[in-house]
């Protein structure tokens, strides 16, 4: 299940790639590629593995992922050093945009931070649905702001600028269009998964 809008370096010595490995190994450069915004990103940069999930603040399915998922994938891979995580935002909708900005505010670019402030709005997904400004604003205090700084944040158009431009670029370069969508290694994965589907993608990469 997903929610819709409207995420190369070869070894001289190494075997020929088929096609759909040159392929898969094009898309994971595009996905590491720098965005505009600073990337959200836990794990090990050794990790044999890189997960990055294109996720929306406003999609039930994401919310899902953080609350029955992530929790796992994270103790048992990532803080054990054998996936690096990425995140980045997707917003579908004006309301999911409004939450992506004040993650963003909170964070200051700390990735532990930002990954914090998303599991609450995940939590309050549905009160942040029918009552946005108030939700902000609460999350906001939860984390040391001001109602000013708040809105403050959510004015900020060079922010808003950046998030959409990032989003346009996982559009057109990742061909994402709709969340949640990882990304393994390159491979692009569309819709929810659980902790066990998640699982068989990982195990074969490790063997490697």
Partial sequence: MLCRVLAVTFLALAPPLTSAAMAQSAIAAAVAKPVS???????SPKAPITITEYASMS?????????????????KYIDTG????????????????????????????????????VDILFKQQDRLMDQTKDTLNFIG?????????????????????????????????????????FFVNGERLKGSM???????????????
Avoid: W
Wanted: proline fraction near 5%.
């Fill in 37 to 43: 915004l600073p990337d959200i990103a836990i794990g």
């Fill in 141 to 181: 205090k939860l984390n040391g702001m001001s109602e000013q700084e708040v809105e403050t944040c959510e004015k900020d158009q060079a922010l808003l600028d950046k998030l959409a431009a990032d989003q346009r670029y996982a559009v057109d370069a990742l061909k994402v269009d709709s969340t949640p969508t």
């Fill in 82 to 117: 054998k996936v690096r995580f990425m995140f980045r935002e997707f917003p579908l909708d004006i309301k999911a945009a409004a939450a992506s900005m004040l993650a963003r505010c909170i964070a200051k670019d700390d990735s532990e931070k930002y990954l914090g402030a």
């Fill in 59 to 75: 999609c039930p399915h994401c919310a899902a992922f953080g609350e029955n998922v992530f929790p796992m994938l994270r103790s």
């Fill in 194 to 208: 659980s902790f066990e589907e998640l699982e068989e993608r990982i195990k074969p990469l490790l063997k490697k």
